[in-house]
């Protein structure tokens, strides 16, 4: 099983900032690597799908890079709404989660 | 407007078996491979099982095979789980998703989710 690591487990940002999620891949998964964003009560939102390609709908201040075993999601400026979980994914070899970044209000 | 709507949880006892449903809308639903992904309470999202867009490939995480079933009835677009021998740690927010790609699935539409819980 591929083991995917997140880092850090908790992201304390003020609005307006900066935000960089990583992400781990205990082997390569190439490119097929997906982003998440979560919010309570809600149902995950895809975000980023092929490491860096967005969905639909999602705004450019969300970007993703990398390809292997090493990934990271940046929000470049961040809003109220963004202040949320956020899962990255690898369906490369079946599919396994990241255990989450939080994203909390500084 | 892809909607999926599962239904079907709710309280049962260890050793008991329950079937989840999803009901799918706003796209061709027979032209897709499905999922289900769970989340336990304080806890990440764990994938569950995946059916290809026919129901002739079926999938399991190793925590479930043997127990879970996933199929799919294409003339209803709807998606199951037949969930037996339920334990504790299977209580969790049972989600289906539409899964998309070529080389592998992700998945780009979520349902809002329906909780099941094992007592023990």
């Known amino acids: 099983e591929i083991v995917m690591t997140q880092s850090p487990a908790t992201l304390s940002v003020s609005p307006g900032e900066r935000a960089t999620l990583s992400c781990r891949a205990s082997q390569s998964v190439t490119s097929n690597l997906a982003w998440y964003q979560h919010k309570p009560g809600q149902a995950p939102r895809l975000l980023i799908y092929g490491a860096s390609t967005r969905a639909t709908g999602i705004p450019a201040r969300f970007s993703g890079s990398g390809s292997g075993t090493e990934f990271t999601l940046t929000i470049s400026s961040l809003q109220s709404e963004d202040f949320a979980v956020y899962y990255c994914?690898?369906?490369?070899?079946?599919?396994?989660f990241g255990q989450g970044t939080k994203v909390e209000i500084k | 407007e892809v909607q999926l709507l599962e239904s079907g949880g709710g309280l049962v006892q260890a050793g008991g078996s329950l079937r989840l449903s999803c009901a799918a809308s706003g796209f061709t639903f027979s032209s897709y491979a499905m999922s289900w992904v769970r989340q336990a309470p304080g806890k990440g999202l764990e994938w569950v099982s995946s059916i290809n867009y026919s129901g002739g490939s079926t999938y399991q995480a190793d925590s479930v095979k043997g127990r879970f079933t996933i199929s799919r009835d294409n003339s209803k677009n709807t998606l199951f789980l037949r969930m037996n021998s339920l334990r504790a740690e299977d209580t969790a927010i049972y989600y289906c998703a539409k899964c998309r790609g070529q080389s592998g699935w992700y998945f780009d539409y979520w349902g809002q989710g329906t909780l099941v819980t094992v007592s023990s």
């Open positions: 994914h690898q369906y490369n070899n079946w599919w396994t």
